[in-house]
């Protein structure tokens, strides 16, 4: 949420993935957000219960822009999550734009 706006949406999409809704926000700029948040995960620095440094986590995004690629929401949605698993499928921690 720290890289979003206020008129932003940010929510739990299923187990572990989530969706933002970056209102009026172009692809490119919609990119720049992504590796913003992609940027601020590996900068993480995590410890496990015993004090031990872990890996910092990695972020696969789809990024699918309204209404350049899509014309309803669940057509968005859909083309989003798809350029995810793409994302995943490309050796994850990558970001995946429609254009």
Request: glycine fraction near 8%; hydrophobic fraction near 45%; avoid cysteine.
């Amino acid at each position: 949420q720290a890289h979003a706006k206020r008129t932003d949406i940010v929510g739990r999409w299923g187990g572990e993935e989530f969706a933002v809704v970056l209102v009026g926000a172009s692809t490119v700029q919609a990119f720049q957000v992504a590796q913003r948040i992609q940027k601020s995960l590996a900068e993480l620095h995590l410890l496990d219960k015993n004090g031990t440094p872990i890996p910092s986590p990695t972020i696969s995004q789809g990024i699918a822009t309204f209404p350049l690629h899509a014309r309803e929401a669940a057509e968005l949605v859909d083309l989003a999550d798809m350029l995810l698993y793409k994302a995943k499928e490309m050796g994850r921690d990558q970001i995946m734009t429609a254009d």
